[in-house]
């Protein structure tokens, strides 16, 4: 199914499952629809039931890639030398594991670029040799060698990484034919959502898990791939075709949210890219207001006029902050539109920005909290013995590692057996144990001590901050250490208001962390990258900074690259539901120079139904006369209520 932008795609998912339990009288337990978020699936499982009914949904399997990877993973561990309670870790614990294999010389941006390589090796299905034969300059090749060593030391941890979650799985099926033939046979029909998304792995693993059956429904829009800097193949929409040659196509392609105006504006932009399917979007939504390009001078003067606009436009039709949205291309272009919403005193909320419990030093803290409160939890002491520095390092937790999984056993548990000193030498093997000493005598006060005394004391028993102060700048460590702070005086609060331990608190910790969520009923204005803003749609949107080097960006004018950002730009054009309006600059300050700008070809490409605002007439008033204005708008506001 070709599913363009606003057209319904997942009442449509939504309504074939229900098709293939009623019609086609397929078992609930043998369908999974898969996407690439939790919230994607949670939402798709609601409406399920509410077609089907809790009874008939029930053994349905709804998930992402990464989570049906899992489940694949635990069932059939057996098979991969793997026990079933191996640890799954996330970015943060692989960094501290390349940060480890390159040695501590190595700079973090270094670390990151081969963490990125290696990734996306994994996703185009190469492994340690393959990758070493593909590499082409000194990163690749300084990545290749650390792949391999990376590779042996999840082995010896007993764990994988996220992409392990969907490349494992697919060496597991081809190598093993009666493991691929149950799987098969327990999964008849697959829905795929977000297709275009997919790549290289996820599609081997989608056409496994389908066979020669060829039972299943692929819904994606080409014209909103813009993933492929994460592995994201756009190719597999157009290999589909060759490798299933009775495959229907359903293009989708009537939009229910936005106005005639803004889908002509972006079907015009879309077509200057080479399409895999043709498809044009319509609406019965009316043609809408007029797309309007306004052009400021600089970057302060944009902010302040996209903000004082969208308080008059609240004002004009007495709509929500939450109908609003301020969209740009680069993290860095929120700062002064951040400013001045907060000068004028407009809610805003930002999406896609990082949060509090997944700072590194919550979460260095929280790893602490995991052992305190599961010494078996392998990911969580791994980042404990090495944070900070212990004199442990990655040849001692490799080799317990050995032995831990010999044993199939945890490592906490191993390093307390007596057949670890065969393992480990003496010293290395007192170190391990003196952590572990420390882990079990926190974990007893930790049930019956307060929460804060006793997150107190272990923080200044490992030397934290000062740790802290030595690894990082001093503004940066201040910041931290603040923090760290905040976190274990709202971790004390809510141990005295609740009346639990710190083991209580921490054996929920899942559920703390969603209390930093912001609440998306929140009546805010929505600030958001174009990438964080798919999926979204929006009443009136603000599309910020639509300028050559910027959208599309300067590093990425090569062809396919440059397709892509159309891509980008045509995501931000349809998450408008009524009005669209974008700006522009006509200079802005790069460090302490500044560079003049031209207009994004892509407004060019949105065709001649635009309205262009004159920067002299529109955009430029006097100072105090601004301010007057902004006075008088402000007071019609307050009386208004």
Same mark, same amino acid.
């Given at each position: 199914?070709?599913?363009?932008?606003?057209?319904?795609?997942?009442?449509?998912?939504?309504?074939?499952?229900?098709?293939?339990?009623?019609?086609?009288?397929?078992?609930?337990?043998?369908?999974?629809? %898969?996407?690439?978020?939790?919230? $994607?699936?949670?939402?798709?499982?609601?409406?399920?039931? +509410?077609?089907?009914?809790?009874? $008939?949904?029930?053994?349905?399997?709804?998930?992402?890639?990464?989570?049906?990877?899992?489940?694949?993973?635990?069932?059939?561990?057996?098979?991969?030398?793997?026990?079933?309670?191996?640890?799954?870790?996330?970015?943060?614990?692989?960094?501290?594991?390349?940060?480890?294999?390159?040695?501590?010389?190595?700079?973090?941006?270094?670390?990151?670029?081969?963490?990125?390589?290696?990734?996306?090796?994994?996703?185009?299905?190469?492994?340690?040799?393959?990758?070493?034969?593909?590499?082409?300059?000194?990163?690749?090749?300084?990545?290749?060698?650390?792949?391999?060593?990376?590779?042996?030391?999840?082995?010896?941890?007993?764990?994988?990484?996220?992409?392990?979650?969907?490349?494992?799985?697919?060496?597991?099926?081809?190598?093993?034919?009666?493991?691929?033939?149950?799987?098969?046979?327990?999964?008849?029909?697959?829905?795929?959502?977000?297709?275009?998304?997919? @790549?290289?792995?996820?599609?081997?693993?989608? +056409?496994?898990? =389908? /066979?020669?059956?060829?039972?299943?429904?692929?819904?994606?829009?080409?014209?909103?791939?813009?993933? $492929?800097?994460?592995?994201?193949?756009?190719?597999?929409?157009?290999?589909?075709?060759?490798?299933?040659?009775?495959?229907?196509?359903?293009?989708?392609?009537?939009?229910?949210?936005?106005?005639?105006? %803004?889908?002509?504006?972006?079907?015009?932009?879309?077509?200057?890219?080479?399409?895999? &399917?043709?498809?044009?979007?319509?609406?019965?939504?009316?043609?809408?207001?007029?797309?309007?390009?306004?052009?400021?001078?600089?970057?302060?003067?944009? =902010?302040?006029?996209?903000?004082?606009?969208?308080?008059?436009?609240? &004002? !004009?039709?007495?709509?929500?902050?939450?109908?609003?949205?301020?969209?740009?291309?680069?993290?860095?272009?929120?700062?002064?539109?951040?400013?001045? #919403?907060?000068?004028?005193?407009?809610?805003?909320?930002?999406?896609?920005?990082?949060?509090?419990?997944?700072?590194?030093?919550?979460?260095?803290?929280?790893?602490?909290?995991?052992?305190?409160? @599961?010494?078996?939890?392998?990911?969580?002491?791994?980042?404990?013995?090495?944070?900070?520095?212990?004199?442990?390092?990655?040849?001692?937790?490799?080799?317990?590692?050995?032995?831990?999984?010999?044993?199939?056993?945890?490592?906490? $548990?191993?390093?307390?057996?007596?057949?670890?000193?065969?393992?480990?030498?003496?010293?290395? #093997?007192?170190?391990?144990?003196?952590?572990?000493?420390?882990?079990?005598?926190?974990?007893?006060?930790?049930?019956?001590?307060?929460?804060?005394?006793?997150?107190?004391?272990?923080?200044?028993?490992?030397?934290?901050?000062?740790? #802290?102060?030595?690894?990082?700048?001093?503004?940066?460590?201040?910041?931290?250490?603040?923090?760290?702070?905040?976190?274990?005086?709202?971790?004390?609060?809510?141990?005295?208001?609740?009346?639990?331990?710190?083991?209580?608190?921490?054996?929920?910790?899942?559920?703390?962390?969603?209390?930093?969520?912001?609440?998306?009923?929140?009546?805010?204005?929505?600030?958001?990258?174009?990438?964080?803003?798919?999926?979204?749609?929006?009443?009136? *949107?603000?599309? *910020?900074?639509?300028?050559?080097?910027?959208?599309?960006?300067?590093?990425?004018?090569?062809?396919?690259?440059?397709?892509?950002?159309?891509?980008?730009?045509? *995501? /931000?054009?349809?998450?408008?539901?009524?009005?669209?309006?974008?700006?522009?600059?006509?200079?802005?300050?790069?460090?302490? !120079?500044?560079?003049?700008?031209?207009?994004?070809? &892509? %407004?060019?490409?949105?065709?001649?139904?635009?309205?262009?605002?004159?920067?002299?007439?529109?955009?430029?008033?006097?100072?105090?006369?601004?301010?007057?204005?902004?006075?008088?708008?402000?007071?019609?506001?307050?009386?208004?209520?």
């Amino acid at each position: 199914m070709l599913a363009g932008a606003g057209s319904g795609k997942t009442g449509v998912i939504t309504h074939k499952i229900a098709y293939l339990v009623r019609e086609c009288g397929i078992n609930a337990q043998n369908i999974a629809a %898969i996407t690439f978020t939790n919230k $994607a699936a949670r939402e798709m499982h609601e409406r399920v039931e +509410k077609v089907l009914g809790s009874s $008939a949904a029930d053994g349905l399997t709804i998930s992402t890639f990464h989570s049906l990877g899992a489940r694949l993973l635990r069932q059939e561990a057996k098979h991969i030398g793997l026990k079933p309670g191996f640890s799954i870790l996330d970015a943060a614990d692989t960094t501290a594991l390349f940060q480890d294999i390159l040695g501590s010389t190595a700079d973090k941006g270094h670390v990151r670029a081969v963490q990125t390589r290696i990734s996306l090796w994994k996703n185009a299905l190469l492994d340690p040799e393959a990758a070493a034969r593909a590499a082409e300059n000194e990163l690749e090749h300084a990545a290749a060698k650390c792949y391999s060593e990376y590779q042996r030391t999840l082995q010896a941890y007993q764990a994988v990484d996220f992409d392990d979650l969907i490349r494992v799985p697919v060496m597991l099926f081809e190598q093993n034919p009666d493991v691929l033939s149950r799987w098969q046979n327990r999964l008849r029909h697959l829905l795929v959502d977000e297709y275009q998304d997919t @790549n290289t792995c996820q599609y081997r693993l989608m +056409k496994l898990l =389908a /066979g020669p059956r060829a039972s299943f429904t692929a819904v994606g829009d080409d014209d909103q791939s813009i993933y $492929a800097w994460r592995g994201a193949d756009i190719e597999n929409i157009r290999a589909l075709q060759t490798d299933y040659p009775n495959l229907k196509v359903i293009k989708l392609e009537q939009n229910y949210r936005s106005t005639t105006r %803004i889908l002509q504006a972006a079907n015009s932009l879309i077509a200057h890219n080479p399409k895999v &399917f043709d498809k044009r979007l319509w609406s019965d939504n009316g043609h809408g207001a007029e797309i309007t390009v306004t052009v400021c001078r600089d970057g302060d003067q944009e =902010a302040e006029w996209v903000a004082t606009r969208l308080l008059t436009h609240k &004002f !004009e039709h007495r709509g929500k902050w939450s109908h609003y949205a301020i969209l740009y291309r680069g993290n860095h272009q929120a700062r002064a539109i951040e400013q001045q #919403l907060r000068n004028q005193r407009i809610p805003y909320q930002i999406s896609g920005g990082q949060s509090f419990f997944e700072r590194s030093e919550i979460k260095d803290v929280i790893s602490y909290l995991r052992l305190l409160a @599961n010494s078996d939890e392998d990911p969580a002491f791994i980042r404990s013995i090495t944070t900070p520095r212990r004199g442990i390092g990655g040849a001692t937790l490799e080799a317990l590692g050995t032995y831990a999984g010999q044993r199939h056993i945890s490592l906490f $548990a191993a390093a307390c057996e007596a057949g670890a000193e065969q393992h480990l030498s003496a010293k290395a #093997l007192g170190a391990v144990r003196e952590f572990c000493d420390f882990i079990n005598r926190m974990e007893w006060r930790a049930q019956k001590e307060p929460a804060s005394v006793v997150l107190n004391d272990l923080l200044r028993a490992i030397g934290y901050e000062t740790w #802290l102060f030595e690894n990082a700048e001093p503004r940066e460590a201040e910041t931290k250490w603040a923090n760290v702070q905040d976190f274990v005086g709202w971790l004390g609060r809510k141990g005295d208001e609740e009346g639990k331990s710190l083991i209580e608190l921490t054996q929920t910790i899942a559920l703390i962390t969603m209390l930093d969520k912001q609440d998306q009923d929140q009546d805010a204005v929505q600030l958001a990258t174009l990438h964080a803003s798919k999926g979204l749609e929006f009443h009136h *949107v603000f599309l *910020v900074g639509v300028e050559e080097g910027m959208l599309p960006h300067r590093e990425s004018l090569d062809p396919v690259k440059l397709e892509e950002e159309r891509r980008l730009m045509y *995501v /931000g054009i349809t998450r408008a539901r009524n009005s669209l309006t974008l700006t522009h600059c006509e200079k802005r300050k790069q460090g302490k !120079e500044w560079r003049d700008c031209e207009p994004s070809r &892509f %407004i060019g490409e949105m065709g001649s139904d635009i309205k262009l605002n004159n920067p002299r007439t529109t955009t430029t008033v006097g100072a105090e006369e601004g301010k007057a204005r902004l006075a008088r708008l402000k007071e019609m506001l307050a009386s208004k209520g």
